[in-house]
Each structure stands twice: as C-alpha cells, then as structure tokens.
T-cell receptor, first 112, second 114 residues
Framework: SQTIHQWPATLVQPVGSPLSLECTVEGTSNPNLYWYRQAAGRGLQLLFYSVGIGQISSEVPQNLSASRPQDRQFILSSKKLLLSDSGFYLC???????????FGPGTRLLVL | GNSVTQMEGPVTLSEEAFLTINCTYTATGYPSLFWYVQYPGEGLQLLLKATKADDKGSNKGFEATYRKETTSFHLEKGSVQVSDSAVYFCALSAADTGRRALTFGSGTRLQVQP
C-alpha cells in the first residue's frame, strides 16, 4: 500500500531564516506530487505540482520554491522566510490526471 | 475556470442528527468529485468520490451523489457521531485544467455535540 511522509511535523523559525520541508511517497512509481498551504481557518492553496523528476510548476509567485530530486521525493524551500509564510503545509500525491489526491500528515510552520 | 462552493460553517448538530453539507461546482467538461475530511491537526483524508453523473460515493455512513443537472455533490449522513466533528472539503478534478490539481471549496466545519 502507498504511504506518504512529511517532516518535520512542526517547525518554528525566525523571519529571514531558510526553510526545507520534505515529502516522500512509498509504494508507487512516478506519482504526481503537490504542495499546498492552508492558512489558519482557511481553505487550501496549491503552491507547486510536479509530474516528474525535475519538473516543477508554480501556481503562485512567492517566496517559496520546490524541487523534485528523486521520483518520490518533493522538497519545499525558502531562502528567507516571511511572517506570511506561516501555515500548515500539506504534500499530496496522485497517479492519474483527474484522480483523487492523497495527503500527508502536514507540517505546521510558525514564522516569528 | 473551475470552482467549488460550499455552505458556510460551522454546522452544529446533536449526536444522531441528520447531516447535509451542500456543495455545488462550476467546471468545464466532466469533472470527478470528491469529499475530504480533516480532523484537528491532521492532513486531509479522502472520504468518498464519484467520477461520473449519477454515481453515488459512500464511506463510513457518508454518501454523496453526483448530480450533473444541478451541478451538485451534497454530503449526507443519516446519524452523526461526536467523532465526525471535523472540517469537510468538497473538491473537483478536471482533466482539462492542464495542471492536474484539485479545486477545493473553502471547507465546512462540523461540530457534533453529545
């Protein structure tokens, strides 16, 4: 069966510090991978998606970037965090173009 | 473009009450429709799905029917429990978006009181 992992679970970072969040998927090959952000009490905002190694599409221009160095690894990064980067970051995967997405447990980021 | 509209929350019910959370959508083509549930502090879990008109998705006592004529996918449960308290998201996936991503509604918080 497929499993998706995210870490860390919680992160508190000062403004201006770098960020690296990692997501890995097990039990499937060549998945589509996604990063979403959920602000407190709000819906989900798609940040990035990837259909293959090294292929990244950005949905919202911002302070963040994403990379996919391996088939089942997806990394969200920032060089300098802003207060507005605080939120709950969710990674997800899917195998078909219009199919269901399956979410990881999320990383809660607080920028102070 | 594609969009999903959900009823505003919170929805507060007593245990064993009947639940309906309304969801309507706008999409080109023939989208797949989903309901996700998010428990406090956790990620989203797929609750049920329907891929074509008149399909009924069901899971854990929850049901939703894909109604193309009314562009709706309302979530229902006959008897809610305290453990159903969570935020529920309606979503659609349309292959013609070109970005293979889900379009989510804003979420509806359900609070079930004992």
């Amino acid at each position: 069966s497929q499993t998706i992992h995210q870490w860390p679970a919680t992160l508190v970072q000062p403004v201006g510090s770098p960020l690296s969040l990692e997501c890995t998927v097990e039990g499937t090959s060549n998945p589509n991978l996604y990063w979403y952000r959920q602000a407190a009490g709000r819906g989900l905002q798609l940040l990035f998606y990837s259909v293959g190694i090294g292929q990244i599409s950005s949905e919202v221009p911002q302070n963040l970037s994403a990379s996919r160095p391996q088939d089942r690894q997806f990394i969200l990064s920032s060089k300098k965090l802003l207060l507005s980067d605080s939120g709950f970051y969710l990674c997800a995967w899917s195998v078909s173009e219009a199919g269901a997405q399956y979410f990881g447990p999320g990383t809660r980021l607080l920028v102070l | 473009g594609n969009s999903v509209t959900q009823m505003e929350g919170p929805v507060t019910l007593s245990e064993e009450a009947f639940l309906t959370i309304n969801c309507t959508y706008t999409a080109t083509g023939y989208p797949s429709l989903f309901w996700y549930v998010q428990y406090p502090g956790e990620g989203l879990q797929l609750l049920l799905k329907a891929t074509k008109a008149d399909d009924k998705g069901s899971n854990k006592g929850f049901e939703a029917t894909y109604r193309k004529e009314t562009t709706s996918f309302h979530l229902e449960k006959g008897s809610v429990q305290v453990s159903d308290s969570a935020v529920y998201f309606c979503a659609l996936s349309a292959a013609d978006t070109g970005r293979r991503a889900l379009t989510f509604g804003s979420g509806t918080r359900l609070q079930v009181q004992p």
